[in-house]
């Protein structure tokens, strides 16, 4: 029984005249979002999202959800990604220069160990300088 029907919805696909896409389509508002700063949906961040959905009538707060509590330990690991990334650009910086001030110094006592002009030749020097 499925042969059939499928053979008849296939035919009938073929002979309409509106084309199928098989494309993603972006989301409504998306490149609106973007261009003014906010996150490509409406669910990534924002009060919607983080704020809790209720509380209680005395004042106090609802327990957070389970999406609330994973986007929180999400956002804390990239925090904590981002720190550790800085910290070693960080270091790296320092590194570099101390390597610099390093090759710095060692030119500065080769030059001091280079023979130095004497007699005519240091007057001549001072002269044209």
Same mark, same amino acid.
């Given at each position: 029984?499925?042969?059939?029907i499928?053979?008849?919805?296939?035919?009938?696909?073929?002979? &309409?005249?509106r084309?199928?896409?098989?494309?993603?389509?972006?989301?409504?508002?998306?490149?609106?979002? @973007?261009?003014?700063?906010?996150?490509r949906? $409406?669910?990534?961040?924002?009060?919607?999202?983080?704020?809790?959905?209720?509380?209680?009538?005395?004042?106090r707060?609802?327990?957070?959800?389970? $999406?609330?509590?994973?986007r929180r330990?999400?956002?804390?690991?990239?925090?904590?990604?981002?720190?550790?990334?800085?910290?070693?650009?960080? !270091?790296?910086?320092?590194?570099?220069? @101390?390597?610099?001030?390093?090759?710095?110094?060692?030119?500065?006592?080769?030059?001091?160990?280079?023979? !130095?002009?004497?007699?005519?030749?240091?007057?001549?020097?001072? &002269? !044209?300088?």
């Amino acid at each position: 029984m499925a042969a059939p029907i499928r053979t008849i919805c296939c035919s009938v696909l073929r002979l &309409s005249s509106r084309q199928f896409s098989t494309t993603c389509g972006a989301q409504a508002g998306e490149k609106w979002r @973007k261009e003014h700063g906010l996150a490509r949906s $409406g669910t990534e961040y924002g009060p919607l999202t983080d704020l809790p959905d209720w509380s209680f009538a005395d004042g106090r707060p609802a327990p957070p959800l389970k $999406g609330h509590l994973r986007r929180r330990q999400e956002r804390e690991v990239l925090a904590r990604r981002i720190v550790m990334l800085n910290s070693e650009v960080d !270091k790296g910086m320092e590194a570099h220069k @101390k390597r610099q001030e390093e090759a710095k110094r060692t030119e500065e006592h080769k030059k001091s160990l280079l023979l !130095k002009p004497k007699g005519k030749l240091l007057i001549n020097q001072k &002269s !044209k300088s």
